[in-house]
């Protein structure tokens, strides 16, 4: 993330957070488990801070899904 500026830090890892927040919602888990699960799939870096421009764009209800259908996909192995 060295290439952005710390603006721009703030806004992906609050986007995330908020990301993984409400998909741990939806799911009915903790934050916590929610996180791991992602962390465990690089997930986090690799798509919720690295595609923010995109993802940013879209509803926090469609991203917690998108989250999720993605998170459950790398873990099945689709």
Partial sequence: MNAFNKSD????????????ESGARKLGVSGQVMHDRLKA?????????AMYDDLHTQSLDWVAEDTITTLKNWEAGV
């Fill in 41 to 49: 799939q690089d997930l986090i870096h690799n798509r919720l801070i």
């Fill in 9 to 20: 830090v703030h806004k992906r890892i609050h986007f995330a957070v908020m990301a993984i």
